[in-house]
């Protein structure tokens, strides 16, 4: 029950701004959006979520869409250590489960 | 360093061994999980521990036993492993189950049955 959708894979120049789609059309009003990034041999990375206001850290930033029914996620300056797969996650009460899709493959390009 | 740590990172072995998977948080949360990820297929959620007690098995099979001891260690027994339980097992933790805590992901351990 894939409950987000995402572009496959996307390229982006070094130092110029990633943003990474998410859809998330059914996504239900107590329930977060996640984003965590895996690069290889390594486990998931936590990077941010959110409910309904924009946020912000020292990763990225997490923009959503008024009506919650899809996200971006932007690092503002890629660097070649930011190739990775970008997992978005919608999670709801008491779920344990984060379930993760097939992501979207960012390769960072000099 | 993300402050979940896992031993071994690899591990090789037969089907009649018996190994176990050590993971261990220095975050002080005190909910711990297990995932398998499987090559080419998403994160399988396995087992979760709230306060050192199971709260889930996801319909795990008993050749996985799971322990937590304490909130900073969580193991996973394997005996009489198949093949098609060579993945990648992810141990995570978060400040209680609620759905607005993170889950902070180890590495893994690479597990190869021959």
């Known amino acids: 029950d894939a409950k987000t959708t995402q572009p496959p894979s996307m390229d982006c120049a070094e130092g110029r701004a990633a943003n990474l789609l998410c859809n998330h059309s059914?996504?239900?009003?107590?329930?977060?959006v996640y984003w965590y990034r895996q690069i290889h041999s390594q486990g998931p990375q936590y990077i941010i979520h959110?409910?309904?206001n924009n946020e912000t850290n020292e990763m990225a930033s997490l923009i959503i869409t008024e009506d919650r029914k899809s996200s971006t996620l932007i690092l503002p300056h890629a660097t070649l250590r930011d190739t990775a797969v970008y997992y978005c996650?919608?999670?709801?009460?008491?779920?344990?489960?984060?379930?993760f899709g097939a992501g979207t493959r960012l390769t960072v390009k000099p | 360093e993300t402050g979940v740590t896992q031993t071994p990172r690899h591990l090789v072995m037969g089907m009649t061994n018996k190994k176990s998977l050590k993971c261990e948080q220095h975050l002080g949360h005190n909910a711990m999980y297990w995932y398998k990820q499987s090559a080419k297929k998403p994160l399988e959620l396995m087992f979760v521990y709230n306060f050192k007690e199971q709260t889930e098995n996801n319909s795990v099979p008993s050749r996985f036993s799971p322990e937590c001891p304490n909130s900073s260690h969580l193991f996973l027994h394997l005996h009489t492993l198949q093949p098609e339980d060579s993945a990648l097992y992810l141990c995570a933790s978060s400040q209680g189950g609620q759905n607005d805590q993170p889950q902070h992901f180890g590495d893994g351990t690479r597990l190869s049955i021959l």
């Open positions: 959110g409910l309904k």
């Open positions: 059914t996504i239900s009003g107590n329930e977060y």
């Open positions: 996650i919608v999670r709801g009460d008491n779920n344990n489960d984060m379930r």
